[in-house]
């Protein structure tokens, strides 16, 4: 069965500072996998996918993802975090197999500080 | 194009009523799914149609059902409901293939008394 991780419910940065938002993956078969940021009192929406074409995925907004496969990884970074990055982020995954169904983590709310 | 549409944004209901919240897909999207978010819970997946027949299906009880209609859009339906139904209901669409994005609708928040 497939499963998400993602360590750390809160994360804090100095605004300028790296983001660095950790998201661990279990599945028996290919994955794609995603990054969505929910902003307060919105959906979400789509930061970057992966799905199989490049390992190294940017997104919008300035954040990137890489997919490490022998580490079952795809962690969001940032290089530099701005005010209007503050948000709650989720990683998920679906799989090739056609189920279309999506497994999300718990999400990571992300903190910047002036 | 419009949005994801879900309809009420906010509602308040008491132990032991029904409810019933409203999905309108983006234009040509077949695929709604249906998601019930809580803080610390992240997003639990409730169910998937697709072209008016439940697709996929998470792990919720009974009480929690829905719908498609031909036109795509979607209700679901909570029966009896319990005060740990409080939560915000979100909608999603998308185009049918694995690897397409979801499109989330502002979602609908359900408070149970």
């Known amino acids: 069965a497939q499963s998400v991780t993602q360590l750390g419910s809160h994360v804090s940065v100095s605004e300028g500072a790296l983001v660095l938002l950790r998201c661990n993956y279990s599945?028996?078969?290919?994955?794609?996998l995603f990054w969505y940021v929910q902003y307060p009192n919105q959906g979400l929406q789509l930061l970057l996918k992966?799905?199989?074409?490049?390992?190294l995925v940017k997104g919008i907004n300035g954040f990137e993802a890489e997919f490490k496969k022998s580490e079952t990884s795809f962690h969001l970074t940032k290089p530099s975090a701005h005010m209007s990055d503050a948000a709650e982020y989720f990683c998920?995954?679906?799989?090739?197999?056609?189920?279309?169904?999506?497994?999300f983590g718990t999400g990571t709310r992300l903190k910047v500080l002036a | 194009k419009a949005g994801v549409t879900q309809t009420p944004r906010y509602l308040i209901k008491t132990r032991g009523q029904q409810v019933t919240l409203s999905c309108s897909p983006i234009?040509?999207?077949?695929?709604v799914s249906w998601y019930q978010q809580t803080p610390g819970q992240g997003l639990q997946f409730l169910f998937e149609?697709?072209?008016?027949?439940?697709?996929n299906k998470g792990n919720f009880p009974g009480r929690f059902s829905g719908r498609q209609f031909s036109n795509s859009r979607s209700e679901m339906n909570v029966s009896t409901l319990e005060l740990g139904d409080s939560a915000l209901y979100l909608c999603?669409?998308?185009?049918?293939?694995?690897?397409?994005?979801?499109?989330f609708g502002s979602g609908t928040q359900l408070s149970v008394l």
């Open positions: 999603a669409s998308s185009i049918d293939r694995a690897n397409e994005k979801l499109f």
């Open positions: 599945s028996s078969v290919p994955p794609y």
């Open positions: 992966y799905t199989s074409a490049a390992t």
């Open positions: 998920a995954v679906t799989d090739t197999s056609g189920t279309y169904k999506y497994i």
């Open positions: 234009s040509g999207h077949r695929s």
């Open positions: 149609y697709f072209s008016e027949t439940q697709r």
